[in-house]
């Protein structure tokens, strides 16, 4: 089922570019992560190589405390933007202050591997950051961040967080997974031209790192939200394709 006509009431443009969530892939239950775990074992992953069910659901009930009976604001840099696998209320333009997104994760499953890890974006300190924000109705808050937190918080990699955001509407306090700075997965200041090499050539069981970024840049642009910084990361990583 589509998203009602006023959840674009803001952003028009975004309507036929958002995925509904009961069409969305990342809209997973609990039997999902018994699936991985058996592939994990198949690929030499060790214990731990993902967050523990309590510890998540621990980490959901910690940061969420408080805002249960009203509307939750989150937002949105990259997929979540055009896949939120949640049902919204209303979607907004966003504009954080203070982050930028980072190809700054290292990536060994999924588009890298133990022998040639990728890059994964994610939001990193420093910079600014043009997303979205969408709503979550208040009523919909416990239902829908289960299945937001098996997605952003499935192997712990992310902080959530509430910073304020710029919207043409006014500033909203929304949710934001950033990078767990303390994370083994975080590469600080990775150089630019190393970043796009290791982009350029890592590849897993989803396929190329490559296109992963170019998916990226793609669908930013179809948004309309312009990021200079992945535009030029995907020119260099460009130059280093074989």
């Known amino acids: 089922m589509p998203f009602p006509e006023r959840v674009f009431h803001h952003t028009p443009t975004l309507?036929?570019?958002?995925?509904?969530?009961?069409?969305?892939?990342?809209?997973?239950?609990?039997?999902?992560?018994?699936?991985?775990d058996e592939q994990a074992k198949v690929e030499g992953w060790p214990p731990g190589w993902r967050m523990d069910h309590d510890a998540r659901e621990a980490n959901r009930q910690a940061v969420l405390s408080g805002r249960w009976t009203q509307?939750?604001?989150v937002f949105a840099y990259g997929s979540l933007i055009w896949d939120p696998?949640?049902?919204?209320?209303?979607?907004r333009r966003g504009f954080l202050p203070g982050w930028r997104r980072s190809f700054c994760m290292?990536?060994?499953?999924?588009?890298?591997?133990?022998a040639r890890p990728g890059l994964m974006a994610a939001l990193d300190q420093g910079g600014q950051c043009d997303g979205?924000?969408?709503?979550v109705a208040a009523e919909l808050v416990d239902q829908e961040t289960k299945f937001m937190w098996r997605r952003e918080m499935f192997a712990g990699s992310y902080c959530p967080v509430f910073l304020e955001v710029m919207t043409p509407q006014g500033p909203v306090d929304a949710l934001t997974f950033v990078m767990d700075q303390t994370n083994c997965r975080y590469m600080p200041n990775l150089d630019e031209k190393e970043a796009a090499r290791i982009i350029a050539a890592a590849e897993g069981g989803l396929g190329s790192n490559f296109?992963?970024?170019?998916s990226l840049?793609?669908?930013?642009?179809?948004?309309?939200?312009?990021?200079?910084?992945?535009?030029?990361l995907h020119g260099?990583?460009?130059?280093?394709?074989v």
């Open 106 to 114: 290292r990536l060994e499953g999924g588009r890298g591997s133990h």
């Open 85 to 91: 696998a949640v049902y919204v209320e209303e979607y």
């Open 15 to 36: 309507r036929a570019a958002i995925t509904p969530p009961d069409a969305s892939e990342m809209r997973f239950g609990q039997e999902r992560f018994a699936e991985l």
């Open 236 to 241: 260099l990583a460009c130059t280093y394709r």
């Open 217 to 232: 840049v793609r669908h930013l642009e179809e948004l309309g939200i312009h990021d200079a910084d992945m535009v030029r």
């Open 211 to 214: 296109d992963y970024l170019q």
């Open 71 to 73: 509307d939750l604001w």
């Open 132 to 135: 979205v924000v969408f709503r």
